[in-house]
Protein backbone atom coordinates (compact mmCIF):
# COMPACT_ATOMS: atom_id res chain seq x y z
CA UNK A 1 0.00 0.00 0.00
CA UNK A 2 1.15 3.66 -0.79
CA UNK A 3 1.46 5.76 2.56
CA UNK A 4 -0.25 9.28 2.07
CA UNK A 5 -0.80 11.90 4.37
CA UNK A 6 -4.13 14.08 4.26
CA UNK A 7 -5.10 17.40 6.06
CA UNK A 8 -8.62 17.97 6.74
CA UNK A 9 -11.12 20.56 8.30
CA UNK A 10 -13.36 22.92 8.02
CA UNK A 11 -12.79 26.03 5.62
CA UNK A 12 -10.85 28.67 7.07
CA UNK A 13 -9.29 26.57 9.56
CA UNK A 14 -5.70 27.14 8.34
CA UNK A 15 -5.33 23.84 6.61
CA UNK A 16 -3.12 25.71 2.80
CA UNK A 17 -0.81 27.13 5.77
CA UNK A 18 -0.30 23.72 7.60
CA UNK A 19 0.35 22.20 4.35
CA UNK A 20 2.66 24.49 3.18
CA UNK A 21 4.69 24.03 6.42
CA UNK A 22 4.84 20.43 6.71
CA UNK A 23 5.37 19.47 2.82
CA UNK A 24 8.32 21.61 3.37
CA UNK A 25 9.29 19.92 6.46
CA UNK A 26 8.53 16.85 4.64
CA UNK A 27 10.23 17.58 1.38
CA UNK A 28 7.15 16.82 -0.59
CA UNK A 29 4.19 18.35 -3.19
CA UNK A 30 0.66 19.30 -2.47
CA UNK A 31 -2.29 17.59 -3.93
CA UNK A 32 -5.43 19.74 -3.34
CA UNK A 33 -8.92 18.26 -2.42
CA UNK A 34 -11.19 21.07 -2.89
CA UNK A 35 -14.07 21.33 -5.63
CA UNK A 36 -13.81 24.93 -5.96
CA UNK A 37 -10.22 25.37 -6.09
CA UNK A 38 -10.05 22.95 -9.54
CA UNK A 39 -11.55 26.31 -11.76
CA UNK A 40 -9.41 29.05 -13.32
CA UNK A 41 -9.99 32.70 -13.07
CA UNK A 42 -11.27 31.81 -9.65
CA UNK A 43 -8.60 32.37 -7.25
CA UNK A 44 -9.80 35.22 -4.77
CA UNK A 45 -13.32 33.48 -3.61
CA UNK A 46 -11.74 29.90 -3.64
CA UNK A 47 -8.63 31.05 -1.08
CA UNK A 48 -6.18 29.79 -3.43
CA UNK A 49 -3.00 29.23 -2.37
CA UNK A 50 -0.72 32.82 -3.73
CA UNK A 51 1.70 32.34 -6.77
CA UNK A 52 4.04 32.97 -4.07
CA UNK A 53 3.41 29.81 -2.06
CA UNK A 54 2.35 27.67 -5.44
CA UNK A 55 6.03 28.39 -6.62
CA UNK A 56 7.25 27.63 -2.86
CA UNK A 57 5.35 24.55 -2.93
CA UNK A 58 4.46 22.33 -6.14
CA UNK A 59 0.67 22.08 -5.76
CA UNK A 60 -1.53 19.87 -7.50
CA UNK A 61 -5.39 20.06 -9.05
CA UNK A 62 -5.33 23.74 -8.95
CA UNK A 63 -6.53 25.74 -11.80
CA UNK A 64 -7.09 22.77 -13.93
CA UNK A 65 -10.84 23.36 -15.28
CA UNK A 66 -12.71 26.28 -17.02
CA UNK A 67 -15.66 27.24 -14.33
CA UNK A 68 -17.90 25.95 -17.40
CA UNK A 69 -17.32 22.84 -16.45
CA UNK A 70 -18.03 19.92 -13.96
CA UNK A 71 -15.96 18.41 -11.50
CA UNK A 72 -16.41 15.21 -9.43
CA UNK A 73 -15.21 12.85 -7.37
CA UNK A 74 -14.48 10.21 -10.09
CA UNK A 75 -12.60 12.95 -11.70
CA UNK A 76 -10.42 14.06 -8.60
CA UNK A 77 -9.57 9.65 -7.90
CA UNK A 78 -8.37 9.44 -11.39
CA UNK A 79 -5.98 12.36 -11.47
CA UNK A 80 -5.42 12.25 -7.79
CA UNK A 81 -3.95 8.53 -8.16
CA UNK A 82 -1.93 9.31 -10.75
CA UNK A 83 -0.10 11.96 -8.83
CA UNK A 84 0.08 10.07 -5.75
CA UNK A 85 1.55 7.16 -7.17
CA UNK A 86 4.11 9.24 -9.55
CA UNK A 87 5.07 11.20 -6.04
CA UNK A 88 5.95 8.09 -4.47
CA UNK A 89 8.00 6.45 -7.25
CA UNK A 90 9.93 9.75 -6.40
CA UNK A 91 10.47 8.83 -2.97
CA UNK A 92 7.84 11.68 -1.55
CA UNK A 93 5.23 10.84 0.74
CA UNK A 94 2.15 12.28 -0.65
CA UNK A 95 0.54 14.93 0.45
CA UNK A 96 -3.26 15.52 0.12
CA UNK A 97 -5.04 19.16 1.65
CA UNK A 98 -8.47 19.92 1.38
CA UNK A 99 -11.87 20.87 2.40
CA UNK A 100 -14.20 18.31 -0.01
CA UNK A 101 -14.41 15.48 2.14
CA UNK A 102 -16.46 13.14 -0.34
CA UNK A 103 -13.23 13.75 -2.58
CA UNK A 104 -10.43 12.09 -0.04
CA UNK A 105 -12.93 9.49 1.20
CA UNK A 106 -13.99 8.33 -2.63
CA UNK A 107 -9.97 8.20 -3.11
CA UNK A 108 -9.08 6.11 -0.12
CA UNK A 109 -11.85 4.22 0.07
CA UNK A 110 -13.12 3.61 -3.55
CA UNK A 111 -15.97 5.13 -5.39
CA UNK A 112 -19.51 3.78 -5.28
CA UNK A 113 -20.10 1.58 -8.71
CA UNK A 114 -21.63 3.13 -11.47
CA UNK A 115 -25.46 3.36 -10.65
CA UNK A 116 -27.48 3.68 -14.24
CA UNK A 117 -30.48 6.14 -14.25
CA UNK A 118 -33.52 5.82 -15.79
CA UNK A 119 -34.26 8.60 -18.55
CA UNK A 120 -37.24 9.22 -17.02
CA UNK A 121 -36.13 9.67 -13.50
CA UNK A 122 -33.62 11.93 -14.27
CA UNK A 123 -36.54 14.07 -16.45
CA UNK A 124 -38.53 14.50 -13.14
CA UNK A 125 -36.10 15.30 -11.05
CA UNK A 126 -34.80 18.01 -13.50
CA UNK A 127 -38.74 19.25 -13.35
CA UNK A 128 -38.96 18.97 -9.93
CA UNK A 129 -36.01 21.13 -9.86
CA UNK A 130 -37.70 24.28 -12.07
CA UNK A 131 -41.09 24.01 -10.32
CA UNK A 132 -39.80 23.12 -6.26
CA UNK A 133 -36.51 24.86 -6.32
CA UNK A 134 -33.11 23.18 -5.01
CA UNK A 135 -33.52 23.55 -1.40
CA UNK A 136 -36.46 21.14 -1.61
CA UNK A 137 -34.29 18.54 -3.54
CA UNK A 138 -31.82 19.01 -0.65
CA UNK A 139 -34.08 18.67 1.66
CA UNK A 140 -35.17 15.43 0.65
CA UNK A 141 -31.58 14.44 0.18
CA UNK A 142 -31.29 15.55 3.68
CA UNK A 143 -33.84 12.70 5.19
CA UNK A 144 -33.12 9.79 2.58
CA UNK A 145 -28.98 10.20 2.92
CA UNK A 146 -27.81 12.40 5.74
CA UNK A 147 -24.42 10.96 5.64
CA UNK A 148 -23.83 12.00 1.94
CA UNK A 149 -25.99 14.83 2.33
CA UNK A 150 -23.42 16.05 5.17
CA UNK A 151 -20.96 16.61 3.03
CA UNK A 152 -22.89 18.75 0.23
CA UNK A 153 -23.01 21.78 -0.26
CA UNK A 154 -27.10 23.24 -0.52
CA UNK A 155 -25.86 25.34 -3.63
CA UNK A 156 -24.45 22.05 -5.51
CA UNK A 157 -27.44 21.09 -7.64
CA UNK A 158 -24.85 18.41 -9.69
CA UNK A 159 -24.50 16.52 -6.32
CA UNK A 160 -27.95 17.06 -5.01
CA UNK A 161 -29.71 15.69 -8.23
CA UNK A 162 -26.85 12.36 -8.45
CA UNK A 163 -27.82 11.50 -4.81
CA UNK A 164 -31.36 11.50 -5.28
CA UNK A 165 -31.17 9.91 -8.75
CA UNK A 166 -29.02 7.16 -7.20
CA UNK A 167 -31.01 6.78 -4.28
CA UNK A 168 -34.73 6.33 -6.42
CA UNK A 169 -32.96 4.44 -8.91
CA UNK A 170 -31.55 1.62 -6.35
CA UNK A 171 -33.33 2.02 -3.46
CA UNK A 172 -30.13 2.69 -1.60
CA UNK A 173 -28.00 5.82 -0.38
CA UNK A 174 -25.28 6.61 -1.69
CA UNK A 175 -23.28 6.43 1.41
CA UNK A 176 -23.91 2.80 2.00
CA UNK A 177 -22.88 2.35 -2.26
CA UNK A 178 -18.93 2.85 -0.92
CA UNK A 179 -16.86 -0.19 -2.29
CA UNK A 180 -14.41 -0.04 0.62
CA UNK A 181 -12.07 -2.29 -0.21
CA UNK A 182 -10.61 -1.41 -3.73
CA UNK A 183 -9.07 1.53 -3.18
CA UNK A 184 -8.20 0.73 0.79
CA UNK A 185 -5.81 -1.86 -0.70
CA UNK A 186 -4.30 0.85 -2.27
CA UNK A 187 -3.67 3.65 -0.38
CA UNK A 188 -3.07 4.23 3.27
CA UNK A 189 -3.28 7.69 5.10
CA UNK A 190 -2.11 9.43 8.02
CA UNK A 191 -5.06 11.68 8.55
CA UNK A 192 -5.12 15.16 10.34
CA UNK A 193 -7.73 16.85 11.65
CA UNK A 194 -7.66 20.86 12.22
CA UNK A 195 -10.68 21.25 14.04
CA UNK A 196 -10.77 25.02 15.58
CA UNK A 197 -13.45 26.11 18.40
CA UNK A 198 -16.79 27.14 16.51
CA UNK A 199 -16.72 30.50 18.00
CA UNK A 200 -13.01 30.95 16.48
CA UNK A 201 -14.21 29.35 13.36
CA UNK A 202 -16.83 31.36 12.74
CA UNK A 203 -14.83 34.80 13.67
CA UNK A 204 -12.41 33.79 10.95
CA UNK A 205 -14.67 33.24 8.60
CA UNK A 206 -16.19 36.69 9.01
CA UNK A 207 -12.90 37.96 8.77
CA UNK A 208 -11.99 36.10 5.53
CA UNK A 209 -15.28 37.04 4.06
CA UNK A 210 -14.22 40.93 4.37
CA UNK A 211 -10.82 40.04 3.10
CA UNK A 212 -11.98 38.68 0.09
CA UNK A 213 -13.90 41.95 -0.93
CA UNK A 214 -11.11 44.06 0.06
CA UNK A 215 -8.41 41.76 -2.28
CA UNK A 216 -11.22 42.49 -5.20
CA UNK A 217 -13.57 39.72 -4.97
CA UNK A 218 -16.11 41.57 -6.61
CA UNK A 219 -13.86 42.17 -10.05
CA UNK A 220 -12.70 38.55 -10.11
CA UNK A 221 -16.58 37.73 -10.67
CA UNK A 222 -17.19 41.00 -13.32
CA UNK A 223 -13.99 39.41 -14.93
CA UNK A 224 -15.92 36.03 -15.14
CA UNK A 225 -18.83 37.56 -16.45
CA UNK A 226 -16.90 38.94 -18.98
CA UNK A 227 -15.40 36.27 -19.83
CA UNK A 228 -18.61 34.63 -21.04
CA UNK A 229 -19.64 32.29 -18.24
CA UNK A 230 -22.68 32.47 -16.50
CA UNK A 231 -24.36 32.98 -12.86
CA UNK A 232 -25.72 29.30 -12.74
CA UNK A 233 -22.05 27.69 -14.42
CA UNK A 234 -21.06 24.73 -12.51
CA UNK A 235 -17.99 26.72 -10.77
CA UNK A 236 -19.49 30.08 -10.10
CA UNK A 237 -22.89 28.10 -8.57
CA UNK A 238 -20.88 28.03 -5.21
CA UNK A 239 -20.73 29.73 -1.73
CA UNK A 240 -18.54 32.63 -2.36
CA UNK A 241 -19.96 33.81 -5.53
CA UNK A 242 -23.20 33.63 -5.86
CA UNK A 243 -24.25 35.65 -2.82
CA UNK A 244 -22.93 39.03 -4.78
CA UNK A 245 -24.91 38.10 -8.55
CA UNK A 246 -27.76 40.49 -6.88
CA UNK A 247 -25.79 43.53 -6.38
CA UNK A 248 -23.68 43.09 -8.91
CA UNK A 249 -26.80 42.54 -11.37
CA UNK A 250 -29.62 43.82 -10.01
CA UNK A 251 -27.90 46.87 -8.00
CA UNK A 252 -28.71 45.23 -4.19
CA UNK A 253 -27.02 46.82 -1.79
CA UNK A 254 -23.82 45.32 -1.15
CA UNK A 255 -24.06 45.03 2.86
CA UNK A 256 -26.79 41.82 1.99
CA UNK A 257 -24.73 40.23 -0.17
CA UNK A 258 -21.77 40.16 2.38
CA UNK A 259 -24.16 39.19 5.35
CA UNK A 260 -25.37 36.16 3.46
CA UNK A 261 -21.91 35.05 2.20
CA UNK A 262 -20.68 34.94 5.46
CA UNK A 263 -23.78 33.35 6.83
CA UNK A 264 -23.70 30.38 3.64
CA UNK A 265 -20.01 30.21 4.54
CA UNK A 266 -20.39 29.49 8.36
CA UNK A 267 -23.36 27.20 7.41
CA UNK A 268 -21.18 25.01 4.94
CA UNK A 269 -18.48 24.84 7.58
CA UNK A 270 -20.91 23.41 10.01
CA UNK A 271 -21.61 20.71 7.66
CA UNK A 272 -18.19 20.17 6.98
CA UNK A 273 -17.92 19.60 10.54
CA UNK A 274 -20.60 17.10 10.75
CA UNK A 275 -18.93 15.02 7.99
CA UNK A 276 -15.45 15.37 9.92
CA UNK A 277 -16.98 13.55 13.04
CA UNK A 278 -18.28 10.39 11.19
CA UNK A 279 -14.38 9.57 10.65
CA UNK A 280 -11.21 8.84 12.52
CA UNK A 281 -8.09 10.72 12.67
CA UNK A 282 -4.31 10.31 13.87
CA UNK A 283 -4.03 13.91 14.75
CA UNK A 284 -6.70 16.02 15.60
CA UNK A 285 -5.85 19.81 15.60
CA UNK A 286 -7.47 23.15 17.28
CA UNK A 287 -5.30 25.34 15.07
CA UNK A 288 -2.49 25.57 12.40
CA UNK A 289 -0.39 26.96 14.88
CA UNK A 290 1.82 23.54 15.72
CA UNK A 291 5.23 22.17 16.46
CA UNK A 292 5.78 21.11 12.53
CA UNK A 293 8.14 19.04 14.42
CA UNK A 294 5.87 17.29 16.43
CA UNK A 295 3.82 16.72 13.40
CA UNK A 296 6.47 14.69 11.22
CA UNK A 297 7.50 13.39 14.28
CA UNK A 298 3.96 11.47 14.72
CA UNK A 299 4.07 10.99 11.24
CA UNK A 300 7.09 9.20 10.75
CA UNK A 301 6.37 7.03 13.89
CA UNK A 302 3.51 5.93 11.76
CA UNK A 303 5.31 4.91 8.77
CA UNK A 304 7.27 2.61 11.08
CA UNK A 305 4.00 0.87 12.26
CA UNK A 306 2.82 0.18 9.21
CA UNK A 307 6.10 -1.30 7.67
CA UNK A 308 6.72 -3.36 9.88
CA UNK A 309 2.56 -4.77 9.32
Known sequence: M???????????????RLALELAEAL????ISADSRQV??????????????EQERISHHLIDIV????????????AQAGEIVEALWKKGKLPLICGGTG???????????????????????????????GLETLYTELQRVDPDFAAG????DKQRI??????FQASRTPISQHWERQSRSQTYTAFRILIDPPREKLYERINIRVVQMLQDGLLDEIRALFQRGFQPDSPGLNSV??????????????????????AQHTRNYAKRQCTWYRKHQFHLTLTSSDCIISDVTSKIQGWQKTIQTR
Open 2 to 16: IPLVTIEGPTASGKS
Open 27 to 30: ETEI
Open 39 to 52: YRWMDIGTAKPTKE
Open 66 to 77: EPSESYNAGRFC
Open 102 to 132: LYIDSLLQGLFPEIEVPADLRDKLRQRLESE
Open 152 to 155: VSVN
Open 161 to 166: LRGLEV
Open 240 to 261: GYKEYFPHLLYGKPLQESMELA
